[in-house]
Nanobody, 115 residues
């Protein structure tokens, strides 16, 4: 069993930055994919960025150049650095870990960007 705990959300003005962290506890050895997704009110959950345990990254098009995902496998941690934030980035951000047939989600952290 794996648990994911997110932190780092909050309120920021447009143009500002936030850093989200997700710590995975439990058995995460072996190949896995961790990532961040977000869900704005009235919208479907969408991909933000993912990173594999081998370090390969993938970003949603609108986040490229502004967001950076990184991981520390020794600490089972994935970090999302968000720069140049826009009001449309306002959403609940969720951490996800996929390993073999298992799919885990965190509880989410709110990010609010004011104009």
């Amino acid at each position: 069993q794996v648990q994911l705990v997110e932190s780092g959300g909050g309120l920021v003005q447009a143009g500002g930055s936030l850093r989200l962290s997700c710590v995975a506890s439990g058995s995460t050895s072996g190949f896995n994919v961790m990532g961040w997704y977000r869900q704005a009110p009235g919208k479907e959950r969408e991909l933000v960025a993912t990173i594999t345990s081998r370090g390969s990254t993938n970003y949603a098009f609108s986040m490229r150049g502004r967001f950076t995902i990184s991981s520390d496998n020794s600490k089972n941690t994935v970090v999302l650095q968000m720069n140049s934030l826009k009001p449309e980035d306002t959403a609940v951000y969720y951490c996800r870990l996929v390993q073999y047939t298992y799919d885990y989600w965190g509880q989410g952290t709110q990010v609010t960007v004011s104009s």
